[in-house]
């Protein structure tokens, strides 16, 4: 199978059940303890202030970023902090597919103005970790995003929450991501070794440069012991 089917047929997969969590299905895996790695080493970026909203993207689709994002959401809440997970990918979503729940309002909703904070915040099978899911996908998701109102709403879960994680559509297909890293403290980007390009990369990483992203670094995902010696069949790695 070719490596854009391979990519194909992973978003088919998530699009339609949502992504593994690993983590929460499996908390002594292989792969569950790499995240916690992630954690760590994500934790120790945080040199002059603590990370409270990170944001979580790639540089094209099917790149493994929301189960990375909703992974380490699971991590982090298991590890004791109070987390939301936010999918702000208004366009695609899948996290609500992935934790089973509802999806009639969410973010789209709030930002819109037709509910209220309270009412999209939803709790998940995880203790402590939160959910708050696209909502109806919008005409205009680039502009609900980049609204005084997702900053009133940033604010508004920075005083609820110890963490707040943001998945967002892929750098190079839309403006969304770059309008979000100007309003959180971090982006972390994913990189599934084999499958994004290095040209696609390097645009994306221009891309976030150009508004003055802090990107924190990236998560390689999709590595097998084939490709890099490393004993067992995936692991997720953190470098700066």
């Known amino acids: 199978m070719s490596m854009w089917n391979n990519k194909k047929k992973l978003d088919d997969i998530s699009q339609k059940h949502g992504v593994n969590l690993i983590t929460y299905s499996k908390p002594q895996d292989t792969v569950s303890e790499e995240f916690r790695t992630v954690r760590t080493n994500i934790q120790f970026t945080a040199v002059d202030k603590k990370l409270k909203s990170l944001v979580f993207t790639s540089s094209a689709p099917s790149e493994g970023k929301s189960t990375v994002s909703n992974n380490f959401a ?117 990189v599934p070794q084999g499958i994004a390009t290095k040209v696609g990369v390097q645009h994306a990483k221009e891309a976030l440069d150009l508004v003055h992203a802090h990107i924190i670094g990236a998560i390689m995902n999709r590595v097998t012991s084939k490709k890099s010696g490393y004993y067992g069949g995936e692991y997720y790695g953190a470098y700066k």
Not at 155 to 166: A, H, R, S
């Open 74 to 190: 699971v991590t982090c809440a298991n590890q004791g902090s109070r987390v939301v997970l936010i999918d702000a990918d208004l366009r695609r979503p899948t996290i609500h597919k992935t934790f089973g729940l509802s999806n009639q309002i969410g973010l789209s909703s709030y930002l819109s103005g037709d509910v209220e904070l309270d009412d999209i915040i939803q709790p998940s099978l995880v203790k402590d970790l939160f959910v708050i899911t696209s909502g109806p996908i919008p005409p205009n998701p680039a502009e609900l995003l980049g609204s005084v109102r997702t900053k009133e709403l940033l604010k508004k879960l920075n005083e609820k929450f110890d963490l707040l994680i943001l998945d967002s559509p892929p750098v190079n297909t839309v403006t969304d991501t770059q309008v979000l890293a100007t309003v959180v403290d971090g982006v972390v980007m994913v």
